[in-house]
């Protein structure tokens, strides 16, 4: 039977494609970052907050600019060797090291009326294709470690202002000898399913017609299924048994970890927790496959492909998932 329209080929889930190797062992040595920095081959990505700069060429937009630009963009003049500013390493592409390099709010306002420039958030960068797709990955993981940088200036053990070591992937305190590392908040992110339906919500901030899964962070001491199962019911009332792990992606809004599962549902009847959801209720699976074909009747749709939602739906509409 055919379900609808063919959503075409799928696509590769954001942020998720990276051509870069960590070189954890190499973050240790400052003096090994120094020299990889002053390597003719080395790029940064220039990151303020939620916004992305890119250089405008004649090819197109271009995320990457030398070291030396982009601690002169974080320090309000010009190209400018060795200025002093936090530079944190992300790892080597074919050899060639790369860095996330971050910029103030003041920088980031400046640089908007800079017609070298565009600065547009990572979110619709992705969304719109504005760059390669292998760029996708290690931006996400400069803008999530810059943000964690960004809240973690004072130590949470005594109070002191810590230090930017090991290329930025620790914090130590001089005054308690606390070291802070870097966080990823885990999500669930969930699809239940019974027989030929499946469970969509809305949230309150969903642009109109746009209806996804339910997520919600996992809690200290829970585990995956436990917090598919519990997020579930306290936001739709439906309880659930059985869990699959689907996929997982970074979501680096600010830093999660979004873990994808479909669930299932032992019930059927939805009691809506309003200050977490719009709105929640069951669909066909022919009407979800209109929903990703952007055609259903009423103009609902479901997540864009970048965000792992699309593709645990996507799933369980083509590969016809079930729990017997």
Request: charged share 30%; aromatic share 6%.
């Given at each position: 039977m055919s379900l609808g329209p063919e959503p075409g080929p799928?696509?590769?889930?954001?942020?998720?494609?990276?051509?870069?190797?960590?070189?954890?062992?190499?973050?240790?040595?400052?003096?090994s970052l120094a020299a990889l920095?002053?390597?003719?081959?080395?790029?940064a990505y220039v990151i303020g907050g939620e916004m992305v700069v890119l250089r405008k060429t004649a090819a197109g937009l271009d995320?990457?600019?030398?070291?030396a630009a982009a601690?002169?963009?974080?320090?309000?003049?010009?190209?400018?060797?060795?200025?002093?500013?936090?530079?944190?390493?992300?790892?080597l592409h074919e050899g060639a090291a790369r860095f996330a390099v971050p910029l103030d709010g003041d920088t980031i306002e400046t640089l908007k009326a800079d017609e070298r420039f565009t600065v547009v958030d990572l979110r619709s960068i992705a969304v719109r294709g504005l760059v390669e797709e292998e760029h996708l990955a290690p931006l996400a993981e400069g803008k999530a470690l810059l943000n964690w940088h960004a809240r973690h200036r004072f130590c949470?053990?005594?109070?002191?202002?810590?230090?930017?070591?090991?290329g930025g992937w620790?914090?130590?305190?001089?005054?308690?000898?606390?070291?802070?590392?870097?966080?990823?908040?885990?999500?669930?992110?969930?699809?239940?399913?019974?027989?030929?339906r499946c469970l969509l919500g809305r949230s309150h901030r969903f642009q109109p017609g746009m209806w996804s899964c339910l997520a919600g962070f996992i809690e200290p001491g829970e585990t995956i299924e436990d917090a598919v199962r519990r997020e579930i019911?306290?936001?739709?009332?439906?309880?659930?048994?059985r869990v699959r792990y689907f996929a997982s992606q970074p979501w680096p809004f600010p830093a999660s970890l979004m873990i994808g599962c479909h669930a299932q549902a032992l019930s059927h009847d939805i009691t809506i927790d309003r200050t977490?959801?719009?709105?929640?209720?069951?669909?066909?699976?022919?009407?979800?496959?209109?929903?990703?074909?952007r055609q259903h009747p009423d103009g609902f749709s479901a997540p864009h492909p970048v965000a792992i939602a699309y593709h645990i739906i996507r799933a369980w509409v083509e590969d016809g998932i079930e729990f017997r």
């Open positions: 799928k696509p590769r889930l954001g942020y998720t494609v990276s051509r870069i190797h960590r070189a954890a062992s190499r973050r240790g040595d400052a003096q920095e002053r390597n003719t081959d080395a790029r995320p990457l600019f030398t070291p601690r002169g963009l974080a320090n309000g003049t010009d190209i400018a060797q060795d200025i002093d500013c936090d530079i944190a390493f992300l790892g949470s053990n005594c109070a002191t202002a810590t230090t930017f070591v090991e620790r914090r130590d305190c001089a005054s308690c000898k606390t070291q802070h590392f870097p966080r990823t908040d885990p999500v669930a992110i969930m699809l239940a399913v019974a027989g030929n019911h306290e936001e739709a009332g439906i309880a659930c048994g977490e959801l719009d709105d929640a209720r069951w669909f066909e699976r022919e009407e979800v496959a209109l929903m990703l074909g």
